[in-house]
């Protein structure tokens, strides 16, 4: 049974980073997915992957999972790399390419 330990990243959908802060871990699959043939659904019966815990910062999901005795893994968090631009770059006169509706 294998611990990950990740920043989750902040949703397109939102513009607030409130879930992005804290430190997740969760455990790995130690089974497959099924298709229930009835409704369709898929379902599993892997309890622990359906435990989630939340945690300030890295150092207390790695105490977290060393007191515990869980073998974890820990992926560290992809620096964001945007160009932020404001609607009026779309109008400059040093735009580079043209400008079309």
């Known amino acids: 049974m294998t611990a990950r330990i990740y920043r989750p990243a902040k949703t397109a959908t939102q513009s607030g980073s409130a879930r992005a802060k804290l430190w997740v871990l969760e455990f790995e699959p130690e089974e497959?997915?099924?298709?229930?043939?009835?409704?369709?659904w898929t379902s599993s019966g892997?309890?622990?992957?359906?435990?989630?815990?939340?945690?300030?910062?890295?150092?207390?999901?790695?105490a977290y999972a060393e007191r515990s005795g869980l073998a974890y893994r820990v992926e560290e968090e992809k620096p964001v790399s945007r160009k932020i631009l404001s609607y009026s770059d779309n109008f400059k006169f040093t735009r580079i390419g043209q400008w079309t509706h």
């Open 32 to 40: 497959a997915r099924q298709i229930e043939p009835l409704m369709g």
């Open 46 to 62: 892997d309890m622990k992957s359906q435990v989630r815990l939340r945690f300030g910062d890295k150092e207390e999901a790695i």
